[in-house]
């Protein structure tokens, strides 16, 4: 597996994620002290799915964050590259159309959907950049976009803490409930590596997304980032 400081393999990534799939929602609950519910539903509001509407989940994992959309009677596609994942969450949920998919090469035509979100994903995507550009193309003119993502804390002292956590509690926590504890350093390592709001905010801009806002969500730990397509 590459640290996250260096260049991010897709193949080794994937496996990653593979290796974590069947504990993964769990995981996620415990270390984010059960604030991941709250991140979830803070990017349906923002997103704003209305009946009709077609949403591109990207990264959706086993599905956890792609049902409420479907439960706002939008039609969602979750989209991710671990079969691991997509196994999983199929199990779970049948009914959702889960599609195998690079980031970097999405298999959706151009402007296929309304809107799209990724949550806690971009990051793994070896050229993020390239990423919000393949989002874009498949997104219609006017449609959205809303990124839930790690970002930097807003108050110097609590990021001196959380850096503390990330690096030193987390692991053994891992370890504790995760099938694959080693996945959860690189984990740490890439959030420290991600820039901070104004600095995703511009590659989203450089990519062509038009005029971004950001919202804070538990002291900067989290960002959503929502912007639309000219």
Known sequence: MSRAGLDKEPHDVAKMFDKVAKKYDLTNDVLSMGQDRRWRKRVVDLLAPQPGEVILDLAAGTGTSSQPFADAGATVVPCDFSFGMLEVGKQARPHLPFTAGDGMLLPFGDETFDAVTISFGLRNIVDPIEGLRELRRVTRPGGRIVICEFSTPTWGPFDAVYTNYLMRALPPVARAVSSNPESYVYLAESIRAWPDQKGLALRMV??????????????GIVALHRSTKP
């Not at 450089?206 to 002291?219: K, P, Q, T």
């Open 206 to 219: 450089e990519a062509g997304w038009g005029r971004v806002e950001w919202h804070n969500l538990s002291g």
